[in-house]
């Protein structure tokens, strides 16, 4: 399974990953979340970064010029949409950059009415857990949630998944949902501090979720 490691701001931990075979690193920007990617020089040293690392920019409610400026200046290949971003917002950028749309799941969604107006205007959903911040939460939803779902399209299942999840995640895989599963996604179960990650837990989680 493809492996989504978000939430990093320093380049040679991407480059790490990217030599390992990591297939996505995400980017938060974000100003208000402690892994905010951008000071004077990053959207260069983000550009710099070579190889076959996927780039995703990670944004909240953000301007779309903002959006596809960053996506000009960063060399991202994808943009993940986390905050409210209407169906007409998503569509809009859809059209010059592929997209994921990120949906935080607190226990009485109803999640098939909430992706519904996005189903033909995104590429790629991405589930999460709400809470204050809008992510980086390191909480689980209720994945059984999903359990038997048609979502119709790939999804990175996220939210507070940790090194020791690998069992509960191939029991996640065994469901009929799972034949829309993309990748999965970690983040600050994986850290040291807020945008630094613990390279060696990561390593691991990937060598083991990357075969199956
Ligand atoms: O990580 C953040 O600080 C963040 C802040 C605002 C919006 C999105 C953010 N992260 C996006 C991600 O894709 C995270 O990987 C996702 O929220 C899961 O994080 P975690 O619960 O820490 O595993």
């Given amino acids: 399974m493809r492996l989504k490691v978000c ?17 996505f690193c995400g980017f938060i920007f974000y100003p208000k979340s402690p892994r905010y990617v951008l000071n004077n020089n990053t959207t260069e040293a983000i550009k710099r970064v070579k190889g076959t690392i996927n780039k995703v920019g990670v944004f909240v409610n953000e301007k779309e010029d903002n959006i596809l400026k960053m996506v000009d200046e960063c060399g991202l290949y994808l943009i993940q949409l986390h905050g409210d971003e209407t169906p007409r917002t998503c569509e809009n950028l859809s ?10 799941i607190s226990e009485n969604d109803n999640i098939l009415w909430k992706i519904k107006d996005y189903q033909d205007v995104v590429d790629i959903f991405l589930f999460d857990t709400e809470g204050v911040g809008y992510g980086g939460t390191g909480k689980k939803f209720n ?31 065994q469901d009929s949902v799972a034949k829309d599963l993309f990748a999965f996604d970690i983040n600050s179960k994986f850290e040291i501090a807020p945008g630094i990650k613990n390279l060696a837990l990561v390593h691991e989680f990937f060598n083991q979720v990357n075969p199956l």
């Fill in 7 to 23: 939430g990093l701001t320093d380049m040679n931990q991407v480059r790490q990953l990217n030599d390992w075979g990591v297939h």
């Fill in 143 to 173: 994945w059984n949630m999903l359990k038997g779902l048609s979502i119709r399209k790939p999804f990175l299942l996220s939210g507070g998944i940790q090194p020791d999840d690998v069992p509960e995640l191939q029991n996640f895989m």
């Fill in 95 to 104: 059209n010059y950059v592929t997209t994921i749309k990120a949906f935080r």
